[in-house]
């Protein structure tokens, strides 16, 4: 089958699906498949600082978190314990600064995003997520060591509730009164219904993100749900170069996006094992060209360990899943970098940051599509 009816409506050139307090986007489509708009036009990039042109750099931070080997935040680190290397090369850290929940909290308070996905799963899972969240709400009295706000994804989009909250009785009745509707876009609508699906859940995704454009602090956006499909053996042919152009800068966007917003991604699900449950990690090195784009990389979980977060379950106790992706704003550090001058728009580079310390494992953003400053 042909994928001209696959991503290529769904990313740069969609319409971002609007945020409302109760009200959601129309009604997605259910009785044809996606057409192809006749003049799509890319989603122009925020364009450099002039200052920053003039040096020819655009500074980059990055929000870490170390753990131990029981998986524990980490604090009291300094910044003589980090090396940052930028495609295997130590970069000098320009900035350091250490936050946790004793000696300096970060100001605001990290913020925690749960998206309650209705539309990849079935009732009984979405019931059995929402059983588990309530038990989250519920926990030490309903009160919330973060402050936190729920996105549903429904066929009609994504919708905000009413307020974010560190009281966990509020938000325990606000899930409470969320009517569970089962969705008519499933496995049986076949390979039309997988693209629905999938289009629909990236422009939700990209539009919560973009919401956290104007929010200062860390946030953790936690997809309670397996995610969207992969479209892998579907069918489908081989790309485009079109294709692979389009879909390239969605992942370009969507990794900028996550990093600049201070946003990590997780992802959490009920169920068993499978021989699917690993098949995101093959997916995982970053994608340098359109011409590299495969399926897989626009996977939540793919997404979720490439912005620093984590990827978690499947198992039946989704409410340790997301006390687990919780404790990440107990205790981390925010570092920046002057990266090197970019030879080309785009320009993937690989980051990982190492502790000098037995051990003790660092994580944060995978990597970052590096830009050609300005012309002036």
Known sequence: MNRSHKICTALLFFVPV?????????????????????????????????????????RIQLDVVVTDAKGNPVSGLTQQDFTLLDDKHPEPIASFHAYDAAAKKPDPSVQVILVLDMVNIGFNQVSYSRQQMMRFFQENGGHLTQPVSIYLLTEDGVSLQPASSTDGNVEAEELNQIETRLRTIN????????????????????????????????????W???????????????????????????????????????????????GDFTPYSFLYQSFLKGVRSPQEEKNGDLDVKVLATQSGGLALGPDNNMTAQIEKCVRDASAFYTISFDPPRADRPDEYHDLKV?????KL????????YNQLPVQR
């Open 361 to 368: 494992t660092a994580r944060t953003n995978t990597g970052y």
């Open 18 to 58: 609007l945020l409302s307090a109760q009200q959601s986007a129309s009604p997605t489509s259910k009785t044809a498949p996606p057409t192809e708009p006749e003049n799509p036009v890319l989603m122009d990039r925020p364009a450099v600082h002039p200052a920053v042109a003039a040096a020819g750099r655009n």
């Open 224 to 270: 309670v749900g397996p995610g969207w499909p992969m479209l892998s053996g579907l069918g489908f042919s081989d790309a485009s170069a079109r294709e692979q152009r389009q879909n390239f800068d969605m992942i370009v966007a969507l990794s900028t996006e996550l990093r600049e917003n201070h946003t990590a991604l997780y992802s959490i699900s009920s």
């Open 187 to 222: 496995r049986s609508s076949g390979v039309y219904g997988a693209i629905e699906r999938f289009e629909l859940s990236l422009r939700a995704i990209y539009s919560i993100v973009q919401t956290q454009t104007t929010k200062p602090g860390r946030k953790i956006l936690i």
């Open 354 to 358: 190492q502790i000098d310390k037995p």
